[in-house]
Structure formats: C-alpha cells, structure tokens
C-alpha cells in the first residue's frame, strides 16, 4: 500500500504505518435479524432557525443554528437526521428523493457529550449525543439508505470524524 512505512503525525505525536487494511462492516442481509447500530462517535445533529417554532426551541442566544440536546424533543433529533441521511444518500447516488422514509422507529438515548474543536482558528464547542438504534426486519430500500450510513456517518460533520456508528 502507498502508505506503509510512511510517518503520519496527529499533533505533537508521530506514528509509523505498519499495515493498512480496508475493512468494511455490513448490515446483515437477512429480513429477520433484529440489528443493533452504536454511535461509535456522538452525532451531531445541528437544527436551523426555521425549524425552531416547529420544535419548540427558543435558544437563549442568537444562533445561526442550535446543536440537538436531550432538552429538546426526540423528534427534533430524529426527523432532522432522517433528512440529513437521506439527503447525503440521495446526492451521492444521484437518486430522486423518496417522500417521508421512516428510517429511525426504535432508539435509546445513551448521552449527551461537548466537544472542544477549533474550527477556521476559532475554538467552539460541539454538542452531540450518543445512542443505540434498534432495527426489526427492515427492506432492502432502507437497508440501502442504512447501510451508506453506516459506511459514511450519521448526522453532521461526519469528515471531522463525528457520527460513526458501529454494529452491537
């Protein structure tokens, strides 16, 4: 591999590149196996002013947008990472979108996490949130849409390394 053998640093810290595999980590294809997906990383789930009176949420600032937080209702938290997965699958697959595919029915809130990050060389705290999705029998259409989640993230700011899930 191209890698192997190269430095890599992560801040002040130096690493050597021993092996580099691909691995890639698939939902089960069976229709009758329950599954279980684990936020390996919180999910951030940002909320726009447009939909605030439509949650009830009244920031205490005058944000851009706010970070999802267990203050604020479920459904805040689900309907806005149904729309922000389907939209990425969408774009990627230059498919027309489906109208209102539930994808998220079952899920427990695990916790709440601020994360410290600079951006842009300014320092913010990042809100996101940990949880387990639990899936009955689910089609092919939405082990798809599922599936690309489970390669690329859910929720936002997936390239900055939050979102991962992993299978329980």
Same mark, same amino acid.
């Given at each position: ?13 130096a ?18 196996? %329950? ?6 990383? /919180?999910? @951030? $789930?940002?909320?726009?002013?447009? +939909? ?30 149904e ?7 969408? %774009?990627?697959?230059?498919a027309k979108?489906? /109208?209102? @595919? $539930?994808?998220?029915?079952k899920? +427990? ?58 299978i329980?």
């Amino acid at each position: 591999m191209a890698h192997q053998g190269l430095p890599i640093r992560l801040g002040r810290m130096a690493f050597k590149v021993e092996r580099v595999e691909h691995r890639r980590v698939m939902l089960p294809s069976s229709a009758l196996e %329950e599954i279980v997906l684990t936020s390996g990383t /919180p999910i @951030v $789930v940002r909320i726009p002013p447009y +939909r605030w009176k439509e949650y009830g949420i009244q920031p205490r600032k005058g944000y851009r947008f706010v970070y999802w937080r267990n203050e604020y209702t479920p459904t805040a938290f689900i309907r806005q990472l149904e729309e922000n997965l389907l939209k990425k699958y969408c %774009e990627y697959f230059s498919a027309k979108q489906e /109208p209102e @595919v $539930v994808l998220f029915e079952k899920l +427990r809130f695990r916790k709440q996490v601020a994360m410290p990050l600079r951006m842009r060389g300014e320092e913010t705290t990042v809100i996101g949130t940990l949880w387990n999705f639990h899936f009955g029998p689910i089609d092919e259409g939405r082990r798809r849409i599922l599936q690309f989640g489970l390669d690329g993230g859910f929720g936002e700011m997936n390239s900055l390394g939050f979102g991962f899930m992993n299978i329980e």
